[in-house]
């Protein structure tokens, strides 16, 4: 199997790129900044120009689409909303022109919320699933939220079969030993759900290579079990989101992000947890 892995460079990227070298896949690695590591050297393409994307994607199996301008605030709105979105666009536009059969695309939980929120951020119940009305406030979750429908009129039309992974705060090594944070400063900020960075990879792996039909687009959240949180999680709920419901069998410090559906979908469980 070829996998190109986009955003190779990048926090995710590094690790997911070596998860699948340790699969047996062969993996282009492909960012915009030029690079050498464990694996050989980084193709560095610009993938807003639809040339260059559809030289990184001939003859691969699978994209694992992880460039993105990762926040809001890095750039101005305009830039940073256009240039996500355009990136996505020329990956699925390659991909089915190419003939590539499966593309994996990193969404954020922020499709869901807005870290600097707007107006108040509201949730009909807790913990959140794929089914949960989804409400972005700014550039970057509006650009994510962009992305996973294009993949979808892809999917539905085009014979490939895509998968949006909605993730959370990805904690590295350097991040996860300090977990969880001491305080809560921002209470609206991301549901303080979060995943370790090498259960990051695994769930690219297993979304790029799980058995699924053509012409199908699914967006799974993608967790730890546990979340980043000082406080209980009904404590946390009752104190910042008592309109919401809770659903039955949360744990005491469970996400508010529901897993099942990657489960079910690509046989993800997280191996990282914080451990109280």
């Avoid at 305080?183 to 900020?189: E, F, N, S, T």
């Avoid at 695994?202 to 967006?219: D, F, G, M, S, V």
């Avoid at 079910?264 to 469980?269: A, C, P, T």
Wanted: proline share 7%; net charge negative; glycine share 6%.
């Amino acid at each position: 199997m070829r996998i190109v892995v986009t955003g190779a460079q990048g926090r995710l990227g590094r690790p997911t790129v070596a998860y699948c070298h340790a699969q047996g896949a062969e993996v282009l690695a492909v960012d915009a900044a030029a690079g050498t590591g464990e694996y050989g050297q980084t193709l560095r393409v610009d993938l807003t120009q639809p040339d260059e994307v559809y030289d990184a994607l001939t003859g691969a199996d699978t994209v694992i689409h992880l460039a993105a301008i990762a926040a809001q605030r890095v750039y101005p709105s305009r830039h940073t909303f256009f240039t996500n979105v355009g990136m996505t666009w020329n990956i699925l536009e390659a991909a089915a022109r190419l003939g590539v059969k499966r593309v994996v695309i990193a969404s954020s939980l922020q499709v869901n919320h807005t870290v600097t929120p707007r107006t108040p951020i509201k949730y009909e119940y807790l913990p959140i699933d794929e089914a949960h009305p989804v409400s972005p406030q700014d550039d970057y979750g509006l650009s994510k939220l962009v992305g996973e429908t294009c993949a979808r009129t892809f999917s539905e039309h085009w014979g490939l079969s895509a998968l949006s992974l909605r993730f959370p705060f990805i904690a590295d090594e350097a991040v996860y030993p300090t977990l969880p944070f001491k305080r809560i400063d921002q209470p609206w900020v991301a549901l303080f759900a979060w995943i370790h960075v090498q259960d990051a990879a695994r769930a690219c792996w297993l979304a790029a290579t799980a058995e699924l039909p053509p012409n199908t687009h699914h967006a799974l959240l993608v967790s730890a079990r546990d979340t980043t949180c000082p406080a209980p999680s009904r404590e946390y709920i009752r104190q910042f989101f008592p309109e919401a419901e809770v659903r039955p069998g949360l744990a005491e410090y469970g996400s508010l992000m529901d897993g099942a559906l990657a489960e079910k979908l690509i046989g993800f469980v997280p191996e990282y947890s914080i451990g109280r």
